[in-house]
């Protein structure tokens, strides 16, 4: 199968990808002072003289709000990189596993999104990581692309840590309640890489899938699960999202259904509850 190469790999899916493949000595961790996915000649030396088989991409500009002002760097990284990724592997024959964002909808349906909904992205982020998923598809080369929603971990800054920290610290807090969608736990969307890998499951089913846990909630849903797993006692009040003003319009609805990802790879995806729980047991309760 040759290397795996797993770029950004400081970011939280990188890292729970580190935890999940402790055990394996085939991955190659990059993040971008090792290999930064901008340089298409770096890209192509790299798969070669480290035989990569195949491109688990995690690298990507996630700040939703400042990409608004520096949409010339949110594109670079997340739509001309993603086509350097997707050239160099079509060149040699190597897999892209790539990560996607609820972020390509609307958020207008009111029941989950399903992979061949009409993209409609709100702002730059999610227009920057739609022409990403547009390079790979006309990059002819082999893929996966994972469309996942709501990503925390135990790695870097998120919104469970952050409602884990403000619950502990505050005596009330607002969140916003007419915002919908489902958490991941990047560990369990880690794990679910990993397993399709090892199962050799991505060659032949090239395709778009979504991932998330399983459920539906509310950001307010998640703060108020978040402070009872911790135990805490901070008065959550709901709140409308313009109370919150924000150059980016977010989704108002962005739940994904996992029917083709569970269906293709035999996958079983833990709520979202559950999974918080085992999340904040590994944090130290
Ligand atoms: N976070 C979410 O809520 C969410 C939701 C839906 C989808 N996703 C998608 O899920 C994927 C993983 O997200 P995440 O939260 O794990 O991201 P993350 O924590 O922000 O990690 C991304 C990593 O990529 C690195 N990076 C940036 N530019 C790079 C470059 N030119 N070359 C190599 N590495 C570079 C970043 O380094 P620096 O930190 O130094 O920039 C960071 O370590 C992304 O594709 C994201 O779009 C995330």
């Not at 003289?49 to 002002?69: H, L, M, P, S």
């Not at 009040?237 to 980016?248: D, I, R």
Request: a negative charge; proline letters at 2%; one cysteine or more.
């Amino acid at each position: 199968m040759g290397n795996i190469l797993v770029t950004g790999a400081n970011g939280q899916l990188g890292s729970e990808i580190r935890v999940a493949t402790s055990d394996k000595d085939n991955y190659i961790f990059t993040d971008v002072e090792e290999l930064d996915i901008t340089n298409l000649e770096k890209v192509r030396n790299f798969v070669v003289q480290n035989r990569v088989g195949a491109i688990v991409n995690c690298a990507a500009y996630t700040n939703v709000d400042k990409a608004e002002e520096d949409a010339i760097t949110a594109d670079l990284i997340n739509h001309q990189a993603v086509r350097n990724l997707a050239v160099v592997c079509k060149e040699f024959g190597a897999t892209l596993i790539h990560i996607s964002t609820d972020y390509v909808f609307d958020g207008t349906k009111n029941t989950p999104y399903v992979e061949e909904d009409v993209t409609s992205p709100q702002g730059v982020y999610g227009k920057s990581k739609l022409e990403g998923e547009r390079a790979i598809l006309n990059s002819g080369c082999e893929y996966l692309i994972v469309r996942t929603s709501w990503l925390y971990s135990s790695f870097g800054t998120n919104f469970a840590k952050t409602m884990r920290r403000l619950t502990a610290e505050k005596d009330t807090l607002n969140v916003v309640f007419d915002q919908v969608g489902t958490p991941t736990y990047a560990a369990d969307l880690a794990n679910i890489l990993v397993s399709i890998i090892e199962k050799n499951q991505y060659k032949g089913n090239a395709g778009i899938y979504h991932f998330s846990n399983e459920g539906v909630c509310s950001w307010y849903d998640f703060a108020i699960e978040i402070r009872n797993l911790s135990g805490n006692a901070c008065d959550i009040k709901p709140c409308h999202s313009n109370e919150f003003p924000s150059k980016v319009k977010r989704p108002n609805y962005s739940v994904l259904d996992k029917t083709k990802i569970k269906k293709t790879f035999g996958v079983e995806i833990s709520h979202w509850k559950e999974a918080l729980e085992r999340s904040l047991y590994l944090y130290g309760k």
